[in-house]
């Protein structure tokens, strides 16, 4: 399989940064991926980095929406596998959310972000209800995949969750700022992530500079092993592919070992 991670900036103009997005895909799927992913917030700035001036809501959409309808249109055309993220509203309420559309364009489901941080320029509990579906994996044309957005990385219970599910792949859409952690911390985490719990994991983050905000891109993909597979550079849009072989799974440490001989009863709360 080949994944296609879209490293790209978005300005305030949503029809134009979907249209980027869009062209984006046409080209991801002109050079062989399967699978394509977009970063958090995809097509719109990053909202959390100041507070809301009025309701979120009337910034978000539904899911299916606008966007979905044109990202699936595409989907199903291309015939690609699409992971993307949005500021949804549902019920009331808003979340910060992941549509997957599957290779025919048909949506598979949402992931909503469960865990939602607040700390200066990431105003996000002012923006975002905590997400309300658990750790879903999806049956995609591509094989079985989690996604984990953005915070929830952090949850080393959330990660386990989709690995006890049967995640294959697991999609992470980031928005990181240059300097907000230190050199190399979140790749080491996503990649023992990776080995803890036998599975890709294909970290998406956005990039360009924003108001508050300057995001540093270096997506990258890492396999069960927990070795980078492929990582983009600082500061610059483009297109990271990577070639996958989901069956390296099976053979992996996690899935032959430590999966096997877990002890959930020991653990409390863990799954």
């Known amino acids: 399989m080949r994944i296609a991670l879209i490293q790209q900036p978005a300005g305030s103009d949503r029809e134009a940064n979907l249209a980027r997005g869009l062209d984006a895909l046409d080209r991801a ?12 917030l995809a097509f719109d700035p990053f909202h959390p980095q100041r507070p809301p001036d009025g309701p ?16 699936a249109t595409r989907a ?26 599957d290779a ?14 607040d700390y200066p320029r990431f105003h996000e509990k002012r923006w975002y209800a905590p997400g309300d579906r658990g750790a879903p994996v999806y049956e995609t044309a591509v094989g079985r995949l989690g996604v984990a957005i953005c915070y929830d990385r952090h949850y080393p219970e959330y990660l386990r969750a989709l690995a006890v599910a049967g995640a294959e792949l697991v999609v ?14 979140f790749e080491a985490e996503m990649r023992t992530a990776a080995f803890q719990n036998g599975y890709f994991v294909a970290l998406v983050n956005r990039v360009g500079e924003e108001e508050r905000l300057t995001f540093a891109g270096e997506s990258f993909v890492c396999d069960p092993a927990g070795a980078v597979l492929a990582r983009a550079p600082r500061l610059e849009e483009m297109i990271l592919y990577a070639e ?6 099976e053979r992996s440490h996690a899935r032959r070992l430590f999966l096997p001989d877990r002890r959930p009863g020991l653990y409390g709360d863990w799954p």
């Open 244 to 249: 996958v072989d989901l069956a390296e799974v």
């Open 104 to 117: 025919d364009g048909s949506l598979l489901g949402v992931t909503r972000m469960v865990h939602v941080p």
């Open 56 to 71: 979120p809501l009337e910034l978000a959409e539904p899911i299916p929406g606008p966007t979905t309808d044109a990202l």
């Open 76 to 101: 199903a055309e291309l015939g690609v596998v699409v992971v993307a993220n949005l500021l949804e509203g549902d019920g009331g309420r808003t979340y910060d959310a992941s549509p997957v559309l």
């Open 172 to 185: 992470v859409p980031q928005a990181g700022a240059v300097d907000e952690w230190p050199e190399g911390l």
């Open 29 to 40: 799927a002109g050079s062989g991926a399967d699978l394509a992913c977009f970063a958090e």
